[in-house]
């Protein structure tokens, strides 16, 4: 748990962490993450760059990152009941900087969730298509209480950008309680 943890492999690496219970001081990842089991417990900053993706499944499967700094542009992926939460970010924004980027988040299946308790705003990007989706699907469960504000920005080139909310199946749930602007 004294572990300050950067991960930087070359290329598009895919991070794994197949199974164990780890716990890290910080984790500052510069590529994306596969959790196929176990947990992995991140007590201080958490941090990821746009254009890479969080992806866990499977019963058991969590992550959990105290102290999210930044997750701008990133995707995440959950399904087969994992479990996400992300504390501390209160902002979010598609940032990969091109056209025709997207930012998802995506749960599916019965006893998956991703939950950022503490996010107040997610803000598109200014760039033609670029898209921000988060669809629950299957049963799957996306909380964000605090979440006040859906901006898709007055700037750039906005053909073809969207902000796509979707709950799908029995049982799904996006849930944004103190959503009061989009």
């Known amino acids: 748990a004294d572990d300050d943890v950067t991960l930087d492999a070359t290329g598009n690496a895919v991070v794994v962490h197949p199974e164990g219970e780890t716990t890290v001081a910080s984790l500052n990842l510069r590529d994306s993450i596969n ?10 900053d958490f941090s990821m760059p746009a254009g890479r993706y969080i992806s866990a499944s499977g019963d058991g499967t969590t992550l959990v ?7 701008n542009g990133v995707s995440v992926y959950l399904s087969a009941s994992a479990k996400v939460t992300l504390n501390g970010i209160e902002s979010v924004t598609n940032s990969t900087g091109g056209n025709n980027t997207d930012m998802v988040w995506q749960v599916t299946d019965n006893g998956s969730q991703l939950s950022l308790p503490d996010l107040l705003k997610v803000t598109n990007g200014t760039n033609y298509s670029d898209d921000v989706r988060i669809t629950a699907t299957s049963g799957g469960r996306i909380d964000l209480p605090a979440l006040l504000e859906l901006n898709d920005p007055n700037s750039g080139d906005g053909r073809l950008r969207s902000i796509q909310v979707k709950s799908e199946h029995e049982g799904s749930v996006v849930s944004m309680p103190s959503l009061n602007r989009v």
């Open 35 to 44: 959790l196929t089991g176990g947990s992995l417990t991140v007590i201080g």
């Open 65 to 71: 990152a105290d102290s999210v700094s930044s997750i």
